[in-house]
C-alpha cells in the first residue's frame, strides 16, 4: 500500500509523507497503550536503585559483562548477529529497486 500511495498526493501532501506519519502515529499509540496499561513487576526494587551514580552502576556490572565473553557460545552468537542484521537493512530499499527496473504498480 506504501509503496503504490508514495507518488499520490492528497491535499499538498506527499503520499510516502502521509504512509510514514500513518506509522509514527499508530507506533505512538502503541507505545502509550503499553505505558499506560503494562505494570512494572519490579517498580519497588528500581525506586530504591535510583541513588546510584552513573559510575556505580557502571563499575558494579562491568565485571558481569567481562562474564559474558568468557562463554565462546555467546560470542558465537554476537558474531552471528552483526552480519545477519545486513540483509534486513536491504529489504526496505527492495520497492525501489523493482521501480527503477522499469516495473509498475500494476
Known sequence: VATTFADKTVLGVAGWRISVGVVAGFSAVVGLAIAGLVIEPHAAALATRTGQGCLQVFTTNMPKV?????????????????????????????????????????
Do not use: N, S
Request: glycine share 4%; net charge neutral; proline share 10%.
Open 66 to 106: 567481562v562474564q559474558l565473553f568468557k562463554y565462546p557460545t555467546f560470542v558465537l552468537i554476537l558474531c552471528q548477529g552483526a552480519p545477519g542484521t545486513a540483509p534486513w537493512t536491504v529489504f526496505p530499499f527492495f520497492t525501489q529497486w523493482l521501480e527503477l527496473a522499469c516495473f509498475t504498480h500494476a
